[in-house]
């Protein structure tokens, strides 16, 4: 009887591992990633969020929030700091990851302009952007740190605000925050 049983259980993992290999239970899709190379070595990417439609959260002191039951801190220590939190897309307008935007002007250490951004199956980038746009509405900054693919890697980060040229149906502000990565390896930048 105990022979009888041990041979079920292990006839039924077996049969378990080979059906488990020959239909996968998940079959996550990875996007292709889309990336261009430059000239001088290294690489460009370029990500964008499309306005409203994927910002998932939004907090800030006296302004709506987003999602509207978020309660946001009235802490002093907080002046006008923003926090949100956004669906990214790459060129081919295809959801990617997720990225946090910090910004304020009453910080300690004065003002401050922040990305995060993930790409679950690659990692993620950290940069520090200027907080004041240039003449053209375009802000750029340095990648401080990364994981993963972007750990041993170095550059730039330039944000854009794209508007349109036409209020939308219902006067929603339609647009588009555009980030564009320039980034090469910290073994390519020493040679």
Known sequence: MLKTFILGVASGVVIAAGLLYLVPAVDQHREASLVSVQANGGNTESFHVNLPHDRIMFGAADKDA??????????EVLGDTQVE???????????????SRISGTGTASGPVLEWALH???RGTLYANLQPQPDDAGRRSGRLRAGTREFAAMTGSVNERLVRPDTAQDGGVFEGRIELVT???GLSERSE
């Open 119 to 121: 790409l679950p199956a």
């Open 66 to 75: 987003i999602p509207a039951s978020l309660q946001w801190p009235r802490a």
């Open 182 to 184: 320039a980034l090469v």
């Open 85 to 99: 939190l956004f669906k990214i897309r790459n060129r081919n307008d295809v959801v990617v990851g997720v990225a």
